[in-house]
């Protein structure tokens, strides 16, 4: 049986980063872990997310999730265990995906916790294959890009949390070939591994003339995690009516002056391009359809994700900061 504790850790923003995140951005402190109010539960967290999208909510600016606040405790997806429990809906034991991480120890209201099946699937899995990134590769796919049978797709960051499951999903909906970028030799074997029909290795070469080799008659769909120069390459790739889904620009996250944004936007015109942008909770409709669907694609084996483990919450902020370099392939967890 767990025992309630009666203190625990969590990360605080210390201060705000300026281009790259450091270290010192982030304070560990130990906080008593307050009594249950009607309707919370206390859960002991065992797996916390870092995500690209956290370095947005570092900066001070209005955007479509409120920014962190200096010295106060970070969040993010978690998963964990129900240890004490004052909810008719959520009882001791379950398994819960919530967005309180960066903490050893969570009280949330139960609504705020969703239940999960960790004989589907490891709880790890419930943040990244199963989760949000997955949700948001098959939202990317289906309802931004309207994907058809039959497109030849693009997605760059492809080898990590979202670009390993889009590159199965689009082939699984029955896209005729689907290429990648990622950037590592390592991490472009990978995605062949996992379906890819082609991948390269965009620090090799300029993405243009990489874009070019793997796909030499033009995309239709281009699934963007990157900005910049992999939009600039797709747009002159995009074959008429092409489609972009918008879903990140983690070249960008860390810049200190505003990027130059694609210089051939024109293009967009003779072409009819589509480009739109999304954020995965302006889909919650479609939540349930990819659960059922990659709960099934799960156990029929045709759908995969790697996960890249760092262990101990003290050591979430170097796995955050590495995550922005590259330094995971599918999901960057951390185990607690
Ligand atoms: P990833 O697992 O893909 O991790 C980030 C990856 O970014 C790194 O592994 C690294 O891989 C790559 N990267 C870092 N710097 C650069 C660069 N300069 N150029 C190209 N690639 C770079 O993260 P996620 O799968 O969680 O997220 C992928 C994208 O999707 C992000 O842009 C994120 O913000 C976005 N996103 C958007 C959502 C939405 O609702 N719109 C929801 C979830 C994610 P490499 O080694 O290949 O460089």
């Known amino acids: 049986m767990t025992t309630t504790p009666t203190s625990t850790r969590h990360f605080v923003l210390a201060s705000r980063p300026h281009?790259?995140?450091?270290?010192?951005?982030f304070r560990l402190e130990t906080a008593e872990v307050p009594d249950l109010s009607d309707g919370q539960v206390l859960v002991r967290n065992e797996v916390m997310s870092v995500d690209p999208y956290m370095r947005g909510r570092m900066n001070d600016v209005k955007s479509y999730v409120p920014p962190f606040q200096i010295d106060a405790p970070l969040e993010g997806g978690a998963v964990g265990e129900v240890i004490a429990s004052r909810s008719d809906d959520v009882a001791v034991g379950s398994h819960v995906v919530h967005g309180l991480g960066w903490r050893e120890h969570a009280v949330l209201p139960a609504k705020?916790?969703?239940?999960?099946?960790?004989?589907?699937?490891p709880a790890s899995a419930y943040l990244g294959l199963l989760g949000m990134p997955g949700l948001t590769a098959y939202v990317g796919l289906t309802a931004v890009a309207e994907m058809r049978e039959g497109d030849t797709v693009f997605i760059s960051g492809a080898a990590g949390a979202v670009g390993q499951v889009a590159g199965q999903i689009a082939k699984l909906l029955g896209a005729e070939r689907v290429v990648g970028s990622a950037g590592s030799a390592?991490?472009?074997?990978?995605?062949l591994e996992l379906?890819?029909?082609?991948?390269?290795?965009?620090?090799?070469?300029?993405?243009?003339?990489?874009?070019?080799?793997?796909?030499p008659d033009g995309i239709?769909?281009?699934?963007?995690?990157?900005?910049?120069?992999h939009l600039e390459?797709?747009?002159?790739?995009?074959?008429l009516h092409g489609r972009v889904a918008l879903c990140g620009a983690v070249s960008q996250y860390n810049a200190t002056e505003a990027p130059a944004g694609p210089r051939n936007l024109f293009q967009a015109i003779g072409k009819g391009l589509t480009l739109r942008g999304f954020i995965v909770g302006q889909y919650p409709q479609l939540a349930a359809e990819y659960r059922a669907k990659a709960a099934g694609w799960l156990?029929?084996?045709?759908?995969r994700g790697d996960e890249t483990f760092r262990d101990g919450l003290d050591g979430a902020p170097q796995a955050f900061i590495d995550l922005l370099e590259g330094a995971n392939t599918g999901k960057m967890l951390v185990r607690l």
Do not use: H, M, Q
């Open 112 to 121: 705020g916790a969703t239940v999960v099946d960790t004989d589907i699937a």
């Open 195 to 215: 379906g890819y029909d082609a991948a390269f290795n965009y620090k090799e070469k300029p993405v243009a003339e990489g874009l070019r080799e793997v796909a």
């Open 19 to 25: 281009g790259a995140p450091t270290n010192d951005n």
């Open 186 to 191: 390592e991490k472009v074997e990978r995605l």
């Open 220 to 229: 239709d769909v281009y699934f963007d995690n990157v900005g910049g120069d």
């Open 233 to 239: 390459a797709a747009i002159s790739a995009l074959r």
């Open 299 to 303: 156990a029929e084996g045709r759908l």
